[in-house]
């Protein structure tokens, strides 16, 4: 238990301290995954809510391919990531192996099934009778959406804070497409990891803190943001 | 989407082009020791080059190589890398340092090998024993040498008491502690984690058990997109000699005693003599 004393000391300590290199970090992390989730709404809230009202066949098939995808192993989509941004592969010309938008690509990947079926889902579970009075009391096509999605806002917003929860806690991507060089593609998890190698355990505890804190952090903010104004 | 990264980034695309960019594959324990956070700034400064270290196991070091996924190698697997060498996949190999592998366990020593001269013998115990051995199981340069051991034991390792831990070796270290179990592994990255770790050095001395790091360029004549005046000046870097003497004191503050020893021009084959 001594560690885990020291680990918070410490992770307190850096951050009043201004550590630079632990600073950097943490912006980072914040960056990417901020990022990827951001990529991930812009795509998978509008994709979800079609899932959600639109019947055509095959319909059933794509949903579960979603619902599969929210359990994407991080691992798996480094690296098939991987072999698309290496040097001698499809898409090497762009130079972004190893760099922080390689791991953008790969966690936004990962929070995109999540952010569309939990829209799906939260779309899906709206009662019928709204959609018909709406239509029927002569909503467009963009209102009607525009009203399916403020009544779906709580799942939404749970949609987000999922996302954003399954990028910024994977390490298996980050590691693999972002290699975990020092200044450059560092985060939290993967810095943590390495400093379990290294036997640092109050450091990685510390580093292990911080993540927790700004998670917590971002998720408060998403939440009291749900929450606002009580349930539409 | 790739694009609007490649923007809203402008990290890898513009900022630092691919021309002043090193990718190092190399194995876990030199990151792990901390040697790389002493040579990679140097390096950087004097060059202007700017380095992404990989640090993977060595098997995977050198599969990177091999596909012109990196530009220079810092691996300790001799054969393996000869082989590279012989189909021309690298070049320019040269000797750095080397530290020795030690035989670690329990200071209680079930299988009863505290003082032995020769790792083959003290393996074969071991699996007499059914003692706990933690192997790295991840064809890194000491997983090689491990399972060059239990070949000239003669002894086919497996069963409960034979445990892969597909890890880092300071992992792996952490992992055979809490277990009571005997691991192999490199001098630098056990003195570096000695502190929190159970374990005592065991067997040591065998002229097998010598850990030797080569430095190589993967072959920019294979592969055009290979930083090849980049792979070379680091090559140069690591044999030259102020780089050597910090290697030489790597460690000496903080352990009392050198985590490696700096071989730069030296013969491989006179090496623990």
Redesign the interface.
């Given at each position: 238990m001594d560690l885990v004393v020291e680990g918070i000391a410490k992770a307190f300590w850096l951050l009043v301290k201004g550590d630079r290199e632990v600073i950097r970090i943490t912006l980072l992390t914040l960056r990417v995954s901020g990022l990827a989730t951001l990529i991930a709404v812009v795509v998978g809230v509008p994709l979800g809510t079609v899932l959600a009202l639109s019947t055509f066949r095959g319909r059933e098939v794509a949903a579960s391919l979603i619902n599969t995808g929210m359990g994407l192993p991080p691992v798996v989509v480094g690296l098939w990531v991987s072999i698309l941004l290496w040097r001698y592969g499809p898409l090497g010309f762009l130079h972004l192996m190893y760099t922080p938008a390689a791991m953008v690509i790969a966690q936004s990947v990962i929070a995109l099934p999540i952010v569309t079926g939990f829209t799906m889902a939260g779309i899906g579970q709206l009662d019928q009778g709204v959609r018909l009075q709406m239509l029927s009391l002569g909503a467009s096509r963009w209102q009607l959406l525009w009203i399916l999605l403020g009544e779906a806002r709580l799942s939404v917003l749970a949609a987000v804070i999922a996302g954003f929860g399954g990028v910024v806690s994977e390490i298996g991507a980050s590691m693999m497409v972002g290699g975990n060089v020092m200044g450059q593609t560092r985060i939290l998890t993967t810095a943590t990891a390495m400093e379990v190698s290294r036997g640092h355990f109050d450091m990685a505890i510390a580093l292990s803190v911080i993540l927790l804190a700004l998670t917590y952090g971002v998720t408060y903010g998403l939440t009291h943001l749900q929450q606002k104004g009580g349930r539409a | 989407?790739?694009i609007f990264?490649?923007v809203?980034?402008g990290?890898?695309?513009t900022a630092a082009p691919?021309a002043r960019e090193v990718?190092l594959a190399t194995t876990?324990s030199t990151?792990?020791t901390?040697l790389l956070?002493v040579l990679?700034p140097m390096f950087e400064s004097e060059t202007g080059y700017m380095v992404?270290?990989?640090?993977v196991g060595t098997g995977q070091a050198l599969a990177l190589g091999a596909?012109?996924?990196a530009d220079v190698l810092l691996c300790h697997a001799p054969a393996s890398e000869m082989e590279l060498v012989t189909s021309g996949l690298v070049t320019n190999r040269r000797l750095v340092m080397h530290n020795d592998f030690i035989i670690v366990g329990p200071p209680s020593d079930p299988a009863g090998i505290r003082g032995l001269t020769s790792a083959p013998e003290a393996f074969k115990k071991i699996a007499a024993h059914e003692a706990v051995f933690v192997s790295r199981g991840d064809d890194s340069g000491t997983h090689k040498k491990e399972k060059e051991i239990w070949a000239k034991a003669s002894v086919q390792p497996g069963g409960r008491w034979y445990q892969e831990a597909g890890?880092?070796?300071?992992?792996t270290?952490?992992i055979a502690s809490e277990k009571e179990g005997y691991t192999l592994t490199d001098r630098g990255t056990y003195l570096?984690?000695k502190k929190?770790?159970g374990l005592d050095v065991l067997v040591q001395g065998d002229p097998m058990l010598l850990n030797i790091y080569h430095v190589m360029q993967v072959n920019p004549e294979k592969?055009d997109?290979v930083n090849g005046p980049g792979a070379k000046a680091f090559v140069e870097f690591m044999v030259a000699p102020e780089t050597q003497k910090v290697i030489a004191s790597f460690g000496v503050r903080d352990y009392g005693e050198p985590l490696f020893f700096a071989d730069a021009g030296k013969n491989e084959d006179d090496l623990g003599r």
């Open positions: - | 989407m790739v990264l490649a809203a980034f990290s890898a695309a691919a990718i876990t990151q792990d901390g956070d990679i992404k270290t990989i640090a596909r012109g996924e890890s880092g070796m300071g992992q270290l952490n570096a984690l929190r770790l592969f997109k």
